[in-house]
C-alpha cells in the first residue's frame, strides 16, 4: 500500500472558441500525431488546446496541426480539436493520442488558440462557418 502523497493538476477546457453547440453533439474520433505538432506553438502547458485547426496527414492517415504551406495533407483544413488533450503534462511519451474533432459547428475566430488563413476557411465551407 502506497500512502505518499501525491500531486496531480487539472485545466479546464477552454471553448470559448465556439460559437454555439451546435455540432458538438457529434464529434469525430481522430488519432492525432503528436510528433507533428511544436511544443512551444501547440502544446506549452503539456495539452493539446481545444480549438486547434487540424489537417489529415496523407500518409497514415493520423491528424496533425493544419498548416497551408505543406505537402503532406495537413494543407487542407478538415476540422477543430473539441476537447484537450493531456500529450506530456504526465511525462508519458506517446507519438500517438486519440482525442475528438469537430466538423460542423459556428467558430468565433478570434478566440482560436491558432489563427487560420483564408485557404483553411475555403477548406471547411458550408461545414464549418466563422463567426
Known sequence: MDLNLKVESFTQ???DWLGSA???DAPVSITLDVSKFTKATHYPDG???SGLPLGKLTSGGKYAPYNADAEDGTET???FLFTGIDVDARRVASTSVVGSML???FIRE???PVAVDA???TDVAGRIIFV
Request: charged content about 30%; some cysteine.
Open 13 to 15: 477546457d477552454r471553448r
Open 22 to 24: 451546435h455540432g458538438t
Open 47 to 49: 495539452y493539446l488546446k
Open 77 to 79: 483544413l478538415v476540422g
Open 103 to 105: 466538423i460542423h459547428c
Open 110 to 112: 478570434a478566440k482560436l
Open 119 to 121: 485557404a483553411g476557411k
